[in-house]
């Protein structure tokens, strides 16, 4: 078997125009545009790329977007001003902290003081709290993991009684995918570094979200024939071949996966560009809920 490869640029891009047919016609009403504020604290380069693009993909949609930069020694008060300030601000639909911090910034207390109705990412405490309660709705989805089901929803794979397995339990990805497979009614697994036969676990899986930060971890013999794999992981090997020198690979072994699972994303083109099209489609929600 050769699995489906879901084209996660297409389904993206489909989001994409949706949204933006949205935004226009919300101009065309009258409407504010809908405005997106990043939080780029320090130097990163990897995190100010994503705000970067994020940016980037606001000014393609219609969208407002104001990119705000806070030296790597900045204050937790100085962090804490900021979001204040674009809570309080009208223009601002929605608010992104790009995460990680520097360590000595206190990450919650600063995703806390977010608006929960410009809580973009679905970070804030509340929002993640409304995730994992049975009958209680979150007002944003968390982007990464929002992505990853509905490329299965799109793909046509069936959540309900699946076995799914999580690979990772990170806040950002791991944890709230495993609360909205569960939502979705999926019997699920979550795996983490102290898991004890990882490839027996991973083979029960009817469902795979692989989001462990590790290259190419999860191996052909490790997926159960027709499984549906989705692999979050963005990992840099080097690559003599490419002009930058190296090239993106994910978590799973994507030339060995792809010969027994029945649906794999690829990397790069799989989740990647679903964050950001679920971030705008979050971001388009907040004004909806705000200037209804
Ligand atoms: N860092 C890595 N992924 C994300 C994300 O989706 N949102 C934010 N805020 N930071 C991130």
């Known amino acids: 078997m050769t699995a489906q490869i879901i084209d996660g640029k297409m389904i993206a891009q489909q989001v994409r125009e949706e949204v933006a047919a949205k935004v226009t016609a919300r101009a065309a009403a009258g409407k504010q545009k809908p405005t997106l504020a990043t939080v780029l604290v320090g130097d990163r380069p990897d995190s100010a790329a994503y705000v970067a693009s994020k940016g980037k993909a606001c000014q393609e949609l219609g969208m407002g977007s104001i990119s705000e930069h806070l030296p790597a020694d ?3 008060e100085q962090v804490e001003e900021l979001v204040r300030r674009l809570n309080a601000d ?5 608010i992104l902290v790009q995460l990680p911090m520097p360590s000595h910034i206190d990450e919650e207390a600063v995703l806390s ?5 410009k809580d973009v990412d679905g970070f804030s405490p509340l929002n993640i709290g409304r995730l994992a309660q ?14 990853c089901i509905y490329l299965l ?4 794979v069936k959540i309900e009684g699946a076995n799914a397995v999580v690979l990772g339990r990170s806040n950002i990805v791991g944890m709230p995918a495993a609360l909205l497979l569960i939502g979705k009614n999926a019997t699920v697994t979550v795996c983490h570094s102290r898991t004890k036969d990882l490839p027996g676990v991973v083979r029960q899986a009817d469902i795979l979200i692989a989001a462990i930060g590790k290259t190419q971890m999860v191996r052909g ?8 794999v989705i692999d979050v992981g963005i990992n840099a090997v080097p690559d003599a071949t490419k002009k930058s020198g190296q090239r993106l690979v994910g978590d799973v072994h994507f030339e060995e996966a792809k010969e027994v699972a029945s649906f794999i994303t690829p990397v790069p083109g799989g989740v990647g560009p679903m964050t950001i099209a679920m971030l705008m489609n979050n971001t388009l929600r907040a004004a909806e809920i705000q200037d209804p």
């Open 74 to 76: 900045a204050t937790q």
């Open 90 to 94: 009208p223009q601002v639909s929605g």
């Open 113 to 117: 003081l977010i608006n929960l109705e």
């Open 134 to 147: 049975k009958g209680r709705e979150p007002l944003f989805v968390p982007c990464t993991p929002y992505g």
């Open 153 to 156: 929803e799109t793909s046509g």
């Open 221 to 228: 013999d490790w997926i159960k024939p027709g499984a549906a």
